[in-house]
Structures are given as C-alpha cells and as structure tokens.
C-alpha cells in the first residue's frame, strides 16, 4: 500500500491516501459510524412514542429495502473512485459533471450535523460527571437538571468544545491510525456495556419481560403513516446514509473485501445495538412504571429520575455508553469533510482536520448557545433544531436519493460489476432496488419532510 509508510498525519495527501489496515477494522469502523446518538437516544425513544412493536417492524423492513441497497451504493462508488464525496461523483462520470454537486451537498450535511451532533454529545459527557456526582432531589428536579444544562451556554460550549476537541484528535492521526485504532477500542467496549445493561434490565428489574413485549410485540392499531414515514427518515439517518459518510469509509475499502458482505455485517450490527438500547432502556423504563412516550428527553430527563435509584454503577456505563457511540459517529463526520480537502485542496491531514474540525465548533456555537434564535417554520427556534430538521428533512434525504439514482442509473454497469464482484441474481435484485424500491422510498421521506405528501394531514 502507498501510504504504509506514514503514520498518516503530515504526508497523507491525496496522492498517497489512507486505508484500513484489516477487515474487522473496516467493520468497526463503519459500525461505529452508524451506531451513535440515533441508536442510543433516538431510536428508544421514537419506538415510545410510535408505540413499540409495529414501528419497530416497519423500521426493520426499512432497513432492508432502504438502507441495505444504499449502503452497498455508497461503499461501491467510494471504493471504484478512490476519492471523497466531491471527488467520487466526477471520477465515475465527467470532469464538471452535475453529479459532482451531490458530493458538496454531502461534505455541507457533514459539517453540518457535526455542528450540532457535538452538542448532544457534550451533555452525554456532562452527564457522565453528573451521574458520578449522582442524582438526588425530587423527580422535578432531576428533571430541571436537563433544561437548565441546555439553556447554559457555558457548560453547553465547553462540553461541545471538549468533544470536538477529541474527535480532530482522532481524525489527525489518518484513517488507520487514528479512526481505526479508536473505532478498535471504543467500539468492543461499547458492546460489552452494552450487553451489560440488557443482562442488567433483564435479569435485576422486574420490567424486562414486558420490555421484550414493547418492542416485539407488533401492535398494529398503533401504527399510523406518521410512524412509518419516521421509520423509514430513521433507517436512513441511523444508517449514516446520504451524505458521503459510507462512501468516504468505501474509498479506503481494499479490493478483496466483499462489499454487500459488510454492507450486511454493519446494517446488522447497527439494528442489534439499537434493539439491545431498547431492551436496556425500556426495562427501566417499565420497572419504574414511567412512560415510555416520553419523547426526546427519555434518555436525560426521564433515566436520570430512575438512576437517582439505582446508582451511579448503572448510569455511569450508560453515558459513556453514550459518549463512545457519539465519537464513533463524530469521526465519520469530520473524516468526510476533512477528505474533501485532502483530495481535493490538497491540504495536508493535520491542516485539514484543524482549520475544518475548528470552523464545525466555530459554527456550532450556535446550536451551543440556545438564547440564539431564528424565526423558522412559523416560530422562534434555536439553531439546534433547524439544523437538526433541515438536515434531516431535506439534505440527507436529497443526497440519499441523488446517490442511489446515480449509482442505478449513471454509474456504469461494468464499474458496478468490478465492485460487487459478481452479475448474479443478487447482483440484479440489488440494481431493481436502486432503481425503483429505494429511489421512491426515499423520495417519499422527502415530501414528508416538505409536507407535501398528498395522503398526509399536515394542518396540525
Ligand atoms: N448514524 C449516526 C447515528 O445513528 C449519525 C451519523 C454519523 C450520521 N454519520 C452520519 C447520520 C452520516 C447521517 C449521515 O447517530
């Protein structure tokens, strides 16, 4: 290879890019990817709220007919270019092709979302010294906790600033060295915690049968268009699907890996973390007789009120839990913007990684400091939640579709070919889902999102 020679920090440029050193180091990596904030905090809490077992269902299908196809197309296009998001797209088709705007679309959702994910992040980490202090006081109060961490700048910024701090440590040291050698570390320990608190909720509360019930028990009258629409946004996102951010992990991909293979081991592994989240949450949940529809303070407002009974050694591993599964996907983020510029700009990886690691934590001050507001969707809101819905909504889906139409219709066949490895039945099963299944799945998230889908009540 290359670049063997260099530990990946000062002469990792374009010419000589990075690569995954092992299989399994791939595979941890772009678990750890797709395991983050959206499996461990969102997930448990949008099956509360869409009632469990029916949602969780519709999700899993999703999973299938949504994610799968669109993870093997981002990993095909990375690994036959070679090259970023940016790079990818003109690579595999024209110099100045229109294609290649899918790819600045892709590195602006990352710089985007890494903006705000790192706040997330930082309270997770508060939230690890909060839970060594331990939590006491009334239910209120626990509660009150939350809003007063968010509404403070200071702590917000200075968690923020932390995590941001740790994922360019990460990125600087190059994709083997640096993202795979954590992904190595954090990703086993995250798994053993988490195996942990299921064993815990299973085995010393009394809510875990009727956790595993919650979540596996369909319930159909519950399900509604909205749940399936939000099944089918959260496949995407949980996925980490259509910006560029599987592309970019495909690009250092080696040749003689197979690509649906891991696209399989990864999918899978994300679903089980999330399914496992939800068995440990839920049985807390359930023992402390709490209500699972909690929403999105289930994770620090509702858990914290339940920790205050069990401990510190049941809510600690909890948010570091939480902490390793955000860093994991941080670095994912950063990494797609700072290869842009490696590639491209042929900047150096320490230079890339500092001035962009620096303008994301600049510019997520303004999700940091919630006092900040826009008008947006007919209300004051903070920056927080207008990234959070314009990239969501609108950027990922867009990419999402804009991929998966490129990698179906435009990309050649012999390319596809040379990168699954086979023209089989599978191979054209895969082709008929890029084609017709994912394109029409995906665009539906995206009228739902634009409030355009003519089936829906959106008065409300
Ligand atoms: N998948 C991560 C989660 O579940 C978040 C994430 C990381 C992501 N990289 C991404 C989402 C790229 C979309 C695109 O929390």
Known sequence: MANSTNSGSTIDTGATRGSWGTRVGFILAATGSAIGLGNIWKFPYITGVYGGGAFVLVYLVCVVIVGLPLMVAELMIGRRSKKNPVGAFRALHAPNTPWQ??????????????????????????????????????????????????????????????????????????????????????????????????????LYTDGGAESLNFLFKPNFHK??????????GHAFFTLSLGMGAMLTYGSYMRRDESITRDAIAVSALDTIIALIAGIAIYSLVFSFNMDPAAGPGLIFQTLPVLFAETGP????????????????????????????????RRWSRTKATLILGGSIWAFGLLSAIAAITIPFRGKDQGFFDVFDFISTNYMLPVGGLLTCLFAAWVMKRADKIAE????????????????FVTPLAVLIVLLHGLELLPFMDYSK
Do not use: N
């Open 101 to 202: 705007a899918t790819g600045w679309l892709g590195v602006l959702s990352g710089f985007v979302i890494l903006s705000f994910y790192s706040v997330v992040a930082g309270w997770a980490m508060a939230y690890i010294f909060k839970s060594i202090a331990g939590f006491s006081g009334t239910a209120e109060q626990i509660q009150a906790e939350y809003t007063a961490l968010v509404a403070h700048p200071t702590a917000s910024i200075i968690w923020h600033t932390v995590f941001m701090v740790l994922c360019i440590g990460i990125v600087i040291g190059g994709v083997r060295y640096g993202i795979e050698r954590w992904s190595k570390i954090l990703m086993p320990t995250l798994f053993l915690i988490l195996v942990g608190l299921m064993g815990y909720g299973l």
């Open 223 to 232: 399900l509604s268009a909205e749940a399936a629409l939000s099944a089918l």
């Open 313 to 344: 050694w049941v809510s600690v591993p909890f948010f570091v839990l939480l902490t390793f599964a955000a860093l994991t996907s941080g670095i994912s983020l950063l990494e797609v913007v700072v290869a842009y510029f490696i590639d491209e």
């Open 420 to 435: 699954f490895g086979s023209k089989g039945i599978i191979f054209q099963g895969l082709i008929f889902f890029l084609r």
